[in-house]
């Protein structure tokens, strides 16, 4: 599996592209950095009408026996996304705009979303079929052969 903490954000970067593709996203660039602050991913929605940036918050999830900590067990990666976080993030998506659109060559729409991932940890199966639950905005999805809780919060 992976033990390198690191590994965990690579981990869900990949299962959050392969995701979103699935669902007719175009990537047009991964890990966009500017010295203030830096995309997870660029796409483009699939009617192409909307530019979307996408920050991707991942942890792994144990079953209650494996984590040893109710508190720890209790956090989510969204909790990640402070205040100042999604200040950097709107700066850094607004910079994007002004600087790289001209790659669309039309002016439209953005939106900023975010990708919470949990990895489920052994023996944490999917007990659903991902497309169960595309209306609440939480997907199951299997990549790479591991398993993933996502959550998709739009227009953040």
Known sequence: MFHVKQNIGKIGEDAATAFLEGRGYKIVVRNYREKFGEIDIV???PSRGITIFFEV????QYSGSQSGN???AALLPEDQMSPDKMRKFRKVCEFFMLNEAKMFHVKHLWQMDVLAIEVLGPGMLLAENPET???SKIFLFKHDGFNFVIRHYENV
Do not use: I, Q, V, Y
């Open 43 to 45: 796409s483009l929605s």
């Open 57 to 60: 918050k991942t942890m792994r």
């Open 70 to 72: 109710a508190e720890f």
């Open 133 to 135: 639950n595309s209306d």
